[in-house]
């Protein structure tokens, strides 16, 4: 189907995705935040944890050993982002955490999935079963027009709120839809058996406006958005509160929490929560139009002394016409309106730190 719609397929975390379509990079991009996008993201992994004695809170108490955030909290038919994070405070990944009734489901980066699955076997065998959900694929439609094409398939839909996860039946097709996203539009995530992923792929394109959306666009949506990459903004040398997602880790879990710490690094983690880290994730927008690619270091001056930071993602924010990056930077040069230099190709860029997102999110409260 990708092939056929004229997909330029690349590959990517073992898979051969597409990176973009006929219409390119630019177009995709901004139909997505006028209308609807679709984005085949089955290469992420989906994972069940069925606890072994049938109570949902034993997954919860158990997941909650491997992430510093409340799961207990989380309700019924409710998601939210969670961080796998190791002994040293750095995260493993990023991943979302849904409680459906009597299991959970967690969906995790397809560069990380393996060492993810592992992960959770290793340490919550004993209480959970770890199910692997290699039969479902994973569809994303993100943008205004999204809840309009997906309710004309099943009504209930519309009266979901951002981080709802329910069952629906889409024309007659079984899925599991969460009210969520990496582009910072409202939209939906549609987890679906993989035989019916092509005919509601049809279905949701036979809409006008619905387009195909490659790896090139949903780079850019969420970079808009200061949405983390990982491997790229979050690494297993960053921590939560380096990455600016303390806001991930919820009172419970902090010093003071009923359940505080109990979680691989969080000597390390509760302690830059309460006296701040070295440096932080920022936004940085390049003064010029020239854009400043990840890896590029970061200096205060335009001339001499050594790099103080680098550029973690970067690239031209076509909703933003300009080009937009993240850096990792001392937390005593965080302060927005700062200014830096970025060095490409031997020149140093006067680089300013902007407030994220560098577009206002429209997440259905």
């Not at 069925?50 to 997954?59: C, F, Q, R, S």
């Not at 065998?125 to 027009?145: F, I, M």
């Not at 709120?161 to 549609?190: K, P």
């Not at 058996?193 to 850019?220: K, M, Y």
């Amino acid at each position: 189907m990708h092939v056929a719609a004229g997909a330029r397929m690349v590959p990517f975390a073992g898979y051969d995705m597409p990176v973009q379509y006929a219409t390119g990079v630019m177009r995709e991009h901004l139909h997505t935040r006028q209308k609807a996008g679709l984005f085949d993201v089955s290469h992420m992994g989906q994972v069940e944890l069925h606890p072994k004695d049938g109570a949902v809170g034993t997954a919860m108490r158990a997941l909650e050993t491997l992430v510093p955030v409340s799961i207990l909290a989380l309700k019924p038919g409710r998601q939210r982002y969670a961080l796998f994070t190791d002994e040293n405070g750095g995260i493993l990944d990023d991943l979302m955490v849904a409680n459906r009734g009597d299991h959970l489901f967690l969906v995790v980066n397809a560069a990380c999935k393996a060492a993810d699955i592992a992960h959770l076997e290793r340490y919550l065998a004993d209480s959970c079963e770890v199910r692997v959900r290699d039969d479902r694929a994973l569809l994303a439609l993100q943008g205004p027009k999204a809840t309009d094409v997906l309710a004309k398939l099943d009504p209930a839909i519309a009266d979901m709120v951002f981080m709802d996860v329910r069952d629906a039946n889409l024309d007659g097709i079984s899925a599991i839809v969460s009210r969520s996203g990496y582009t910072g539009e409202d939209g939906f995530e549609i987890s679906v058996a993989a035989s019916d992923a092509p005919e509601l792929a049809r279905r949701l394109l036979e809409n006008e406006n619905v387009a195909w959306i490659g790896l090139g666009a949903r780079d850019s949506l969420r970079l808009e958005a200061g949405l983390c990459l990982y491997g790229n903004d979050i690494t297993k040398a960053t921590t939560p509160v380096e990455a600016s997602l303390e806001w991930a880790i919820q009172k419970p879990r902090r010093t003071g929490g009923e359940r505080a710490g109990g979680f691989p690094g969080a000597d390390i983690i509760l302690k830059q929560l309460d006296d701040g880290a070295p440096r932080r994730r920022v936004g940085l927008k390049p003064e010029g139009r020239a854009p400043v690619r990840d890896g590029a270091p970061l200096f205060a001056e335009a001339e001499g002394g050594e790099p103080i930071g680098r550029v973690t993602s970067g690239g031209f924010g076509p909703s933003v016409d300009g080009p937009i990056a993240m850096g990792l930077v001392p937390t005593e040069t965080s302060d927005a309106g700062t200014k830096l230099y970025a060095e490409v190709r031997g020149k140093r860029l006067p680089v300013v730190i902007s407030p994220l997102p560098f577009i206002t999110q429209t997440y259905k409260r």
